[in-house]
């Protein structure tokens, strides 16, 4: 059928908009058959995660850090004081270069357990973006970011707590990543044992990982009059 | 009393051999209170994560991947193929200098919801490593390294399952990092408001983060003689 090659053509040549372009970066050098560039997919897997993990360089050697980011769009956002060492080499934008970053964020999905130990694995799903980095020096982006910032941790909280006052913002320095070099990585699926292993006497399938709430414990001054919310109830 | 003096001393003076000495790199900038160099609290961060996050310079850009790790005493392996770029980099611990790396772990443990945007936090428990890897060449110490990484996964595993055989083994490459240069971060416990805010209508408080695991899958191809192992059944 004429429309089956259409259809390839079409799946060949993505649509700018929905995915990102790879770079010498961003393409593996293993498993490249697990790799994506697809928007929805980068997007959904930064915004489950709570922290991503932040890497610089420091006097010539790597830096990784954990920490609270938030995503606005194609922008990430990441939060941390005015004092902190990757924020102020980020400098603001206009009289400094920017700092190079590489931003990941991974979940753990499953543990692959083969007959043998070399096909042992996980099944996660991460995300890589490299990029500069430059300190949000706008008050009405840095303002947006903080909202962003703190509906990562729990969607709708910015709107049911109280917003920054000069003071704080003042303290809190944030530094903004564009998504444009990213990719994405994903495994699934069960053990690849080699043919001839597959009949030794050894359990062999995938654990999966669950992330999961518990119980809200409020605060020791909680007013017992507040009650949860139900965007909390229903986490 | 005497004696409160000499308990006082003792403290200050940590054995060398429970603790890691601080540097330059380990002391946080931000939150030197939620610090910890003990070696027993930096091992059990470390055996409860599945992944680690590892850094390294590219070109004069930082990388972050994540990856499998494993631990014997004070020592992590990192597992790879023998063609991927950073263990490439590390050398055989003779030709090269090796590679500087930073190995970070997080745990996140709950979401910390406060009055007030700016103090909103996670508690969470994290390592961050420092130091130069190197390749594992010792085929005894290869092996010893290819079992702790699958015993990481699931303890018990190594002993389950098919071992390397000579192939396998030389198409795996293993970078070891020595735990020196080494700290655990940890925060805990509930939102620290403004004591002006405490009587604003938000509720406030923890919301647990929760791990666990689910039904194991076996594999599609398991003969269905092979029952579950206990140590399996047990997570």
């Known amino acids: 059928m004429s429309a089956a090659a259409d259809t390839s053509t079409v799946s060949e040549t993505h649509a700018p908009d929905d995915t990102y372009t ?19 997919l980068v997007h959904s897997i930064l915004d489950e995660a709570y922290v991503c993990h932040l890497g610089f360089v420091r006097d010539g050697a790597p830096v990784v850090l954990p920490t609270l980011f938030g995503r606005v769009g194609e922008r990430l956002y990441v939060h941390g004081s005015t004092g902190s060492r990757p924020l102020r080499a980020a400098g603001d934008g206009t009289s400094a270069p920017g700092l190079p970053v590489c931003l990941t964020v991974t979940h753990v999905d499953g543990l692959v357990l083969a007959r043998s130990a070399f096909h042992h694995s996980l099944n996660y799903r991460s995300v890589v973006v490299h990029g500069t980095a430059h300190q949000v020096t706008d008050p009405e982006e840095l303002r947006t970011a903080l909202d962003a910032l703190v509906d990562h941790v729990v969607p709708g909280r910015s709107a049911d707590s109280r917003p920054g006052n000069a003071k704080e913002l003042a303290a809190t320095a944030v530094i903004r990543l564009d998504l444009d070099e990213v990719s994405a990585k994903v495994r699934t699926g069960g053990p690849n044992d080699d043919p001839e292993d597959l009949a030794l006497p050894y359990w062999s399938g995938v654990i999966p990982v669950q992330g999961g709430h518990g119980t809200p414990v409020p605060a020791d001054d909680l007013d017992p009059s507040v009650a949860l919310p139900g965007y909390l109830a229903a986490l």
């Open 22 to 40: 790879p770079t010498d970066r961003t393409v593996p050098t293993r498993s490249r058959q697990r790799a994506s560039y697809d928007k929805e």
